[in-house]
């Protein structure tokens, strides 16, 4: 009796100790179906490479830019030997002291990836990635003309190849656009500055007045977009870069709302954090297919109508629902829209929503059986059977045994 009880007590701690291991869940049909479809949206590498190409040109040529105006921006050395040097009372000797020079902000302090070029959500088909040059103080169109001067030749001594640049004062930017293959691709570079969106605390001159603005800002508008883009970026490289089968899902989505009218007025940017909260607050890993589901589901539950909770934009201070831009009619039709994926998903019909062929079913692939021919010993002779060992009797299934056996039977 003790030793039964000692066993059932260690095989009790042996269980609690052992971890439960997850059984890794097979692929469904809408699983592969979506797979199948992101592998057909996906970039070629000959995409990857051209995009990749033109914004490593437009960095570096932009880093010999901001190196160029920073040295024309920097105090002139004066060649008078009493600036250059202090004195020594003291002892009576002329002593060298050098003086403290004045360090002056670079006027460009840095370039970063924004948009689907820094989220990885390219599509096969994209044509332009953008930009985002950050400034130390608020950009103004003087510092955009002289950017825009300078970058052609910094261009055509970083890269062998030729690009055509367009000027967009309106917009803050500048268009760096290919010349040579075709489709011809763009990268859209903007400028702002921190300083915009949170101005620093101003002293005051020895008058009491206040320093004047420069008179040619840029568009104050576009420079808060372009941060708020730039916010997007960093949000999203936290949290939903790491979300299983949520950049797959992010790209189906695109696709569609480039496919379908009624989806078109969903702006990317509540897209992704209307995906990021389905599948996060799921709590376990999702495949591409139910993940996709999920989201459908959350849209066609109303959450875009005026009744719903909305959706909370994380980059911003103020309360702000991403869903504003939405007018109640689009927000009706995405509503509706989602619905009837919703039928066509819970029917097995998702290679409409994903306007593609319907995949054949897998083969599952069947041990080797080699059917065996029965021997006849002569005419006139009985029908002798070979035997069939075992280990192969127990491979075979029931409509093969009978077929080796030659039974067959008929249903009454």
């Not at 002289?146 to 917009?171: A, G």
């Not at 990268?187 to 004047?212: A, F």
């Not at 065996?372 to 069939?388: H, M, P, S, T, Y």
Request: hydrophobic letters at 35%; glycine letters at 4%.
């Amino acid at each position: 009796m003790t030793m039964q009880r000692h066993g059932k007590q260690s095989k009790k701690k042996s269980q609690e100790k052992s971890p439960t291991l997850q059984m890794r869940r097979p692929e469904s049909s809408d699983d592969r179906h979506v797979m199948a479809k992101h592998a057909s949206i996906y970039p070629t590498e000959e995409e990857l490479q051209r995009f990749q190409n033109i914004v490593s040109s437009c960095e570096k040529a932009l880093k010999l830019v901001s190196d160029q105006i920073a040295e024309s921006d920097a105090p002139k050395k004066k060649n008078d030997a009493k600036n250059a040097v202090g004195t020594g009372e003291n002892d009576g000797e002329n002593k060298e002291v050098p003086k403290k020079e004045e360090t002056v902000p670079r006027a460009l302090k840095g370039v970063m990836r924004v948009g689907v070029l820094a989220k990885g959500l390219l599509l096969q088909g994209d044509t332009n990635v953008q930009l985002v040059v950050l400034c130390s103080d608020k950009p103004t169109k003087t510092l955009l003309k002289k950017v825009h001067t300078l970058l052609p030749k910094q261009l055509t001594s970083v890269t062998e190849e030729k690009y055509e640049l367009k000027l967009c004062i309106n917009e803050a930017s500048i268009i760096v656009s290919s010349v040579e293959k075709d489709p011809k691709i763009s990268c859209t570079i903007t400028i702002t500055s921190p300083v915009i969106r949170e101005p620093p605390p101003v002293k005051p001159e020895p008058g009491g007045k206040k320093p004047k603005e420069p008179a040619d800002l840029l568009n104050k508008q576009k420079c808060l977009e372009a941060l708020a883009v730039l916010r997007h970026a960093k949000w999203f490289q936290a949290r939903a870069t790491g979300l299983t089968s949520c950049v797959v899902v992010l790209r189906i989505l695109r696709e569609l709302c480039q496919r379908n009218n009624v989806w078109a007025p969903l702006n990317e940017w509540a897209m992704e954090l209307l995906v990021e909260k389905c599948i996060s607050s799921v709590g376990f890993n999702l495949g591409p297919g139910d993940a996709l589901r999920r989201v459908v589901e959350c849209l066609a539950s109303g959450i875009l109508l005026p009744d719903g909770p909305g959706l909370y934009d994380p980059c911003e201070k103020e309360t702000t629902d991403v869903l504003n831009t939405l007018t109640l009619q689009d927000k009706e039709n995405i509503t509706a829209s989602a619905q009837h994926t919703l039928r066509l998903i819970a029917f097995r019909q998702i290679h409409q929503v994903l306007n593609m062929e319907q995949l054949p079913m897998p083969r599952f692939r069947r041990k080797n059986f080699k059917p065996r021919k029965r021997k006849r010993a002569g005419d006139g002779d009985a029908v002798a059977d070979e035997e069939i060992p075992r280990s192969d009797m127990e491979n075979l299934s029931l409509c093969e045994y009978e077929a080796e056996n030659n039974n067959i039977y008929i249903a009454e």
